[in-house]
Protein backbone atom coordinates (compact mmCIF):
# COMPACT_ATOMS: atom_id res chain seq x y z
CA UNK A 1 0.00 0.00 0.00
CA UNK A 2 1.23 3.46 -0.95
CA UNK A 3 0.88 6.02 1.97
CA UNK A 4 -0.44 9.62 1.10
CA UNK A 5 0.25 12.44 2.51
CA UNK A 6 -2.36 15.29 3.52
CA UNK A 7 -3.04 15.96 0.10
CA UNK A 8 -5.23 12.55 -0.34
CA UNK A 9 -6.28 11.96 -3.95
CA UNK A 10 -9.22 10.33 -4.78
CA UNK A 11 -9.91 11.85 -8.53
CA UNK A 12 -6.76 12.67 -9.24
CA UNK A 13 -6.75 16.50 -8.25
CA UNK A 14 -8.11 19.25 -6.71
CA UNK A 15 -11.45 20.58 -7.82
CA UNK A 16 -12.90 23.75 -9.52
CA UNK A 17 -16.08 24.99 -8.22
CA UNK A 18 -19.09 23.79 -9.57
CA UNK A 19 -20.77 24.68 -12.29
CA UNK A 20 -23.89 23.43 -13.91
CA UNK A 21 -23.68 20.28 -15.43
CA UNK A 22 -24.70 19.98 -19.05
CA UNK A 23 -23.22 16.27 -18.82
CA UNK A 24 -23.72 13.33 -17.35
CA UNK A 25 -21.19 10.60 -17.46
CA UNK A 26 -23.13 8.35 -15.19
CA UNK A 27 -26.27 6.70 -14.58
CA UNK A 28 -27.65 5.25 -11.59
CA UNK A 29 -30.69 2.98 -11.61
CA UNK A 30 -32.03 -0.13 -9.51
CA UNK A 31 -28.98 -0.15 -7.39
CA UNK A 32 -26.33 -0.12 -10.03
CA UNK A 33 -24.46 2.85 -11.13
CA UNK A 34 -23.71 2.64 -14.82
CA UNK A 35 -20.98 5.02 -17.11
CA UNK A 36 -22.19 6.43 -19.93
CA UNK A 37 -19.34 7.39 -22.12
CA UNK A 38 -16.95 4.79 -23.93
CA UNK A 39 -15.52 3.17 -21.06
CA UNK A 40 -18.53 1.47 -20.02
CA UNK A 41 -18.67 0.00 -16.69
CA UNK A 42 -21.57 -1.32 -14.59
CA UNK A 43 -21.46 -1.76 -10.48
CA UNK A 44 -24.48 -3.35 -8.85
CA UNK A 45 -24.74 -3.12 -5.06
CA UNK A 46 -23.96 -5.60 -2.72
CA UNK A 47 -26.88 -6.29 0.15
CA UNK A 48 -26.94 -3.43 2.64
CA UNK A 49 -25.44 -0.78 0.37
CA UNK A 50 -27.42 2.54 -0.86
CA UNK A 51 -26.35 4.18 -4.12
CA UNK A 52 -26.31 7.90 -3.98
CA UNK A 53 -25.41 9.92 -6.75
CA UNK A 54 -24.56 10.73 -9.18
CA UNK A 55 -23.57 14.63 -9.39
CA UNK A 56 -21.50 16.13 -11.91
CA UNK A 57 -19.18 19.17 -11.78
CA UNK A 58 -15.89 20.61 -13.81
CA UNK A 59 -12.93 20.27 -12.43
CA UNK A 60 -8.49 20.92 -13.64
CA UNK A 61 -6.37 18.09 -13.01
CA UNK A 62 -2.92 18.67 -13.90
CA UNK A 63 -4.06 21.99 -15.40
CA UNK A 64 -6.53 20.03 -17.74
CA UNK A 65 -10.20 20.75 -17.71
CA UNK A 66 -12.64 17.76 -17.15
CA UNK A 67 -16.28 16.90 -16.97
CA UNK A 68 -16.75 14.58 -13.47
CA UNK A 69 -19.57 12.71 -12.82
CA UNK A 70 -19.68 10.96 -9.43
CA UNK A 71 -21.83 8.46 -8.06
CA UNK A 72 -21.46 5.85 -4.90
CA UNK A 73 -22.32 2.45 -3.36
CA UNK A 74 -22.23 3.21 0.25
CA UNK A 75 -22.73 0.02 3.16
CA UNK A 76 -21.61 0.33 6.93
CA UNK A 77 -17.64 0.47 6.86
CA UNK A 78 -17.14 0.39 2.58
CA UNK A 79 -18.17 2.43 -0.27
CA UNK A 80 -17.76 1.92 -3.80
CA UNK A 81 -17.24 5.47 -5.67
CA UNK A 82 -17.63 5.84 -9.45
CA UNK A 83 -16.61 8.27 -11.63
CA UNK A 84 -17.05 8.50 -15.15
CA UNK A 85 -14.90 10.96 -16.88
CA UNK A 86 -13.64 13.12 -19.96
CA UNK A 87 -11.03 15.61 -20.80
CA UNK A 88 -12.76 18.59 -22.14
CA UNK A 89 -9.65 20.30 -23.79
CA UNK A 90 -8.69 16.63 -25.97
CA UNK A 91 -5.18 16.66 -24.47
CA UNK A 92 -5.18 12.54 -23.44
CA UNK A 93 -4.23 13.86 -19.71
CA UNK A 94 -6.01 10.76 -18.77
CA UNK A 95 -3.31 8.08 -19.53
CA UNK A 96 -2.96 5.37 -16.58
CA UNK A 97 -0.53 3.66 -18.99
CA UNK A 98 1.96 3.34 -16.02
CA UNK A 99 -0.12 2.03 -13.89
CA UNK A 100 -0.18 -1.69 -12.87
CA UNK A 101 -2.28 -3.83 -15.33
CA UNK A 102 -5.00 -4.99 -12.37
CA UNK A 103 -6.85 -7.74 -14.26
CA UNK A 104 -10.13 -6.28 -12.54
CA UNK A 105 -12.12 -5.70 -13.30
CA UNK A 106 -10.91 -6.56 -16.82
CA UNK A 107 -7.49 -5.89 -18.31
CA UNK A 108 -7.92 -2.79 -19.41
CA UNK A 109 -7.56 -1.26 -15.90
CA UNK A 110 -4.78 -0.15 -13.96
CA UNK A 111 -4.81 -0.08 -9.94
CA UNK A 112 -3.34 2.08 -7.67
CA UNK A 113 -3.43 1.62 -3.91
CA UNK A 114 -3.40 3.89 -0.72
CA UNK A 115 -3.82 3.88 2.60
CA UNK A 116 -4.04 6.43 5.17
CA UNK A 117 -5.18 8.31 8.12
CA UNK A 118 -7.86 10.85 7.07
CA UNK A 119 -8.21 13.57 9.29
CA UNK A 120 -11.19 16.10 9.89
CA UNK A 121 -9.63 18.87 7.90
CA UNK A 122 -8.72 16.50 4.84
CA UNK A 123 -11.98 15.27 5.18
CA UNK A 124 -13.38 18.84 4.07
CA UNK A 125 -11.15 19.68 1.84
CA UNK A 126 -10.56 16.81 -0.47
CA UNK A 127 -13.87 16.15 -2.96
CA UNK A 128 -14.81 13.31 -2.61
CA UNK A 129 -13.64 12.72 1.13
CA UNK A 130 -16.58 15.88 1.62
CA UNK A 131 -18.97 14.13 -0.69
CA UNK A 132 -18.66 11.09 1.51
CA UNK A 133 -18.96 12.76 4.47
CA UNK A 134 -22.64 14.45 3.20
CA UNK A 135 -23.99 11.65 2.58
CA UNK A 136 -23.55 10.00 6.11
CA UNK A 137 -20.24 7.96 5.76
CA UNK A 138 -17.94 9.02 7.45
CA UNK A 139 -14.44 8.63 5.99
CA UNK A 140 -12.17 9.78 9.50
CA UNK A 141 -9.70 7.60 10.71
CA UNK A 142 -7.95 4.60 8.67
CA UNK A 143 -9.00 4.69 5.02
CA UNK A 144 -7.74 1.81 2.61
CA UNK A 145 -8.36 2.22 -0.53
CA UNK A 146 -8.13 0.39 -4.13
CA UNK A 147 -8.65 2.60 -7.59
CA UNK A 148 -9.06 0.82 -10.79
CA UNK A 149 -8.52 3.18 -13.80
CA UNK A 150 -9.28 2.69 -17.28
CA UNK A 151 -9.27 5.06 -20.28
CA UNK A 152 -9.68 5.05 -24.28
CA UNK A 153 -7.15 5.05 -26.44
CA UNK A 154 -6.57 8.79 -26.96
CA UNK A 155 -6.74 9.22 -23.03
CA UNK A 156 -9.78 11.67 -23.36
CA UNK A 157 -12.29 9.48 -21.97
CA UNK A 158 -12.20 6.96 -18.54
CA UNK A 159 -14.06 5.27 -16.05
CA UNK A 160 -12.75 5.26 -11.89
CA UNK A 161 -13.56 2.46 -9.53
CA UNK A 162 -12.48 3.09 -6.35
CA UNK A 163 -13.29 0.76 -3.54
CA UNK A 164 -12.99 2.07 0.10
CA UNK A 165 -12.53 0.37 3.44
CA UNK A 166 -12.13 2.99 6.85
CA UNK A 167 -11.45 2.14 9.88
CA UNK A 168 -8.51 -0.12 9.07
CA UNK A 169 -4.97 -0.30 10.46
CA UNK A 170 -2.45 1.04 7.58
CA UNK A 171 -0.03 -0.64 9.33
CA UNK A 172 -1.48 -4.42 9.00
CA UNK A 173 -1.31 -4.34 5.35
CA UNK A 174 -2.10 -8.20 5.63
CA UNK A 175 -5.45 -6.94 7.14
CA UNK A 176 -5.79 -3.95 4.95
CA UNK A 177 -5.61 -6.30 1.90
CA UNK A 178 -8.13 -8.85 3.39
CA UNK A 179 -11.26 -6.36 4.01
CA UNK A 180 -10.48 -4.49 0.34
CA UNK A 181 -10.69 -8.29 -1.47
CA UNK A 182 -13.55 -8.75 0.51
CA UNK A 183 -15.01 -6.02 -0.87
CA UNK A 184 -14.06 -6.26 -3.93
CA UNK A 185 -15.68 -10.27 -4.18
CA UNK A 186 -19.09 -9.12 -3.31
CA UNK A 187 -18.96 -6.97 -6.10
CA UNK A 188 -20.83 -7.80 -9.56
CA UNK A 189 -19.14 -5.78 -12.17
CA UNK A 190 -19.88 -5.47 -16.06
CA UNK A 191 -17.34 -4.05 -18.14
CA UNK A 192 -17.40 -3.57 -22.13
Known amino acids: MMALGAALIL????????????????????????????VRLTVAAPPGF???????????????PYEVSLAGLLG???????????????SGASNYDD????????PAYGLRSFCVTVTPEMAVAEHDLAWLRDRGWNPAGGVAMDQYLATTADHNHEAVLSLVVRGVD????AAVRRALDALRSRLRIRTG
Open 170 to 173: CTDQ
Open 99 to 106: LPRSGWPS
Open 76 to 90: EREAVLVHGERVTDS
Open 50 to 64: RAVGPIHRRAEFGGH
Open 11 to 38: SGCATAPAAGPGFSHLRVAGGAISTTGP
